[in-house]
């Protein structure tokens, strides 16, 4: 494996563990109204699908901080969540595999 790939399963190990932790920080925060926690950690996974060029869930990730930052409103929040989680759905078989790989 070249140095990039070992990097690359590095970073995407730390991910996969970290990201359902993200994700269920992202529900609770929504329910607690936690605007402030909300759009930290959805601006911490927009960065990281960023570096993966996963770019569907980035976007999701960049709408929920934009709504925890500006409107605060908690159902387009809801939806932008759930958009989020479906995009992760998608992308982490993807990033397993890949890692799996490497």
């Known amino acids: 494996a070249s140095v990039d790939e070992e990097i690359i399963a590095i ?59 500006t409107t605060e409103d908690a159902g387009s929040a809801l939806s932008a969540l759930d958009q989020l989680a479906i995009e992760t759905e998608h992308f982490v078989p993807h990033l397993a595999s890949a890692v799996r790989k490497a």
Do not use: V, Y
């Open 11 to 69: 970073i995407g190990e730390m991910f996969l563990e970290d990201c359902p932790r993200h994700l269920a920080g992202l529900r609770s925060a929504l329910a607690a109204a936690d605007w402030k926690t909300l759009n930290r950690t959805a601006h911490t996974l927009k960065g990281l699908f960023g570096h993966f060029a996963a770019q569907p869930a980035r976007e999701a990730a960049a709408r929920l901080e934009k709504i925890a930052a």
